[in-house]
């Protein structure tokens, strides 16, 4: 959409303009500019030669393993790829998807660990880790997930396997650099107590005083209306409202059913860009809307400071969306309003609630008693619209919740035996000739799969399409929509 001039004179820029480049029209003067290369992989021609020659005697070796197996069609397919990449990194010095050659470029034996910037540290280095019982689990998912996507163009000939090499750290090379960690948490895990070995500072009392907010229960069976009741009340005095439900379809249907009888509602899911979040986010500080309905976004790095009620629907499902751990990050997003207040539908009380609610009641307790020990009273926290410019939950790998298109929250073993489940039913769609339906079982079992990349079911060879896009298969199937009243009653 724009363009940047640069104005010489001899080997000195005299000017730099932002332009329209369809009308020439000039926009701005501007001091600097970044300007950052075609291409990052640039290497002498000895490297060069030398990761040629590596890969031409893999694409051999590898040539005749796919025709030992009578994949003939593979075989054919990595020669013409393999020989076409060769051509162009002879002739141009790079060529697209360079990085799966990584290997051969760097010099690295099969399995050893990619360089990365961690290696230009000092050795005593201090690593923070922020959130870390959501960043540490990541560290292991991401090379998981980037070998499970890799595999499949392995095996369809696509790529050579030194592209299993272009890869993230393992989780254990990734504790092998890191000397000494600083794990930052409300919510820690079992790993991050037992690597500190019982050295854990609590940061309980704040500096304005303000308690962590009270929690009640109600039952589920009428949360629809009851939460409208409570949510009229506080748009009254200017304050804002968080909902946060267990489904997409639940959250599209209750900001629906909201609109429909008057309340300024919007909502906030996975499909939605980080720069979109943050826009929406800022209207409700600014008080475009009044509500935001989200699932799994409402956690951690959501500091809204006037939201003063935070509701939790269907409390009572236990999942990873209704874990202690989410339960007490959910709850926090109240926290910092000085008439903070959450409410927690349920019909029943799990495990997961217990723990939320009594370590939120430990807290409260050790608040109020510093703060009249002190003579500290709460008040809210003044913070400049504008600074909420970043949405750190985008900072995470958001992972789509395959019970989004589900009416009810499952469980890891539930998603086991729905995987399962599909596998058969897509299986005998496929040998009826209902490919549409089969397709559609598939992207289920896809979505069940990102839900936990721990999940490894026996049926990958019959997930996958087989061009190298649908290594990267997309996800999500079409939802009937009906009235929002009917569903949410």
């Not at 480049?21 to 501007?30: F, G, H, K, S």
């Not at 890969?55 to 197996?69: C, S, T």
């Not at 790993?191 to 070995?197: F, I, M």
Request: hydrophobic share 40%.
């Amino acid at each position: 959409e724009r363009s940047i001039r640069i104005t010489w004179f001899g080997d000195e820029i005299e000017r730099i303009q932002e332009i329209d480049p369809l009308r020439a029209r000039v926009l701005a003067d501007i001091e600097k500019v970044g300007i950052f290369p075609g291409s990052h992989y640039v290497s002498g021609p000895e490297v060069r030669a030398k990761a040629m020659g590596g890969i031409r005697e893999e694409l051999r070796v590898r040539l005749g393993e796919l025709k030992a197996g009578n994949k003939l069609l593979e075989a054919q397919r990595l020669e013409q790829r393999t020989m076409f990449d060769l051509e162009m990194i002879e002739q141009m010095g790079f060529c697209s998807g360079i990085e799966n050659y990584s290997r051969w470029f760097s010099g690295r034996t099969p399995g050893d660990a990619p360089p990365c910037l961690i290696d230009y540290f000092p050795d005593d280095f201090l690593l923070f880790i922020d959130e870390s019982h959501q960043t540490v689990p990541q560290i292991g998912a991401m090379y998981r997930g980037d070998r499970s996507r890799k595999e499949t163009l392995v095996d369809y000939g696509f790529r050579l396997p030194s592209a299993l090499d272009n890869r993230p750290l393992k989780f254990e090379e990734f504790e092998r650099l890191v000397g000494q960690a600083v794990f930052v948490s409300a919510t820690p895990s079992e790993y991050e107590l037992e690597k500190c070995q019982g050295v854990v500072v609590e940061q309980i009392i704040r500096p304005t005083g303000l308690i962590d907010p009270e929690v009640e229960v109600r039952p589920a069976r009428t949360q629809v209306d009851d939460l409208l009741d409570e949510i009229r009340q506080r748009v009254a005095v200017g304050e804002r409202v968080l909902v946060t439900t267990l489904t997409k379809r639940m959250a599209e249907d209750l900001t629906e059913y909201y609109a429909e009888v008057g309340v300024k509602v919007r909502y906030l899911h996975s499909d939605i860009d980080a720069l979109e979040r943050a826009e929406i986010v800022r209207d409700l500080r600014k008080g475009v809307f009044d509500v935001l309905v989200g699932i799994n976004l409402l956690r951690e790095g959501l500091d809204i400071p006037e939201v003063s009620l935070v509701a939790i629907l269907d409390a009572d499902k236990e999942g990873f969306l209704r874990s202690s751990v989410s339960l007490v990050q959910t709850i926090g997003r109240a926290a910092r309003h000085v008439k903070g207040k959450v409410l927690m539908y349920a019909d029943s009380s799990t495990a997961s609630m217990k723990q939320a609610l009594a370590e939120t009641d430990r807290r409260r307790t050790l608040q109020r008693a510093y703060n009249q020990a002190h003579g500290i009273t709460p008040r809210s926290i003044k913070k400049n619209i504008h600074e909420l410019a970043p949405v750190s939950e985008a900072d995470y790998v958001t992972v789509s919740l395959a019970a989004e298109g589900e009416d009810v929250y499952l469980s890891k073993d539930e998603i086991a035996a729905l995987v399962e489940r599909y596998t058969a039913q897509m299986r005998q769609a496929a040998s009826e000739m209902e490919f549409e339906k089969a397709a559609e079982l598939r992207d289920k079992i896809l979505s069940l799969k990102d839900m936990d990349l721990g999940l490894k079911p026996a049926v990958r060879s019959l997930l996958e399409k087989g061009p190298e896009k649908a290594a990267a298969a997309g996800q999500g199937y079409g939802r009937k929509r009906g009235p929002a009243r009917r569903r949410l009653r």
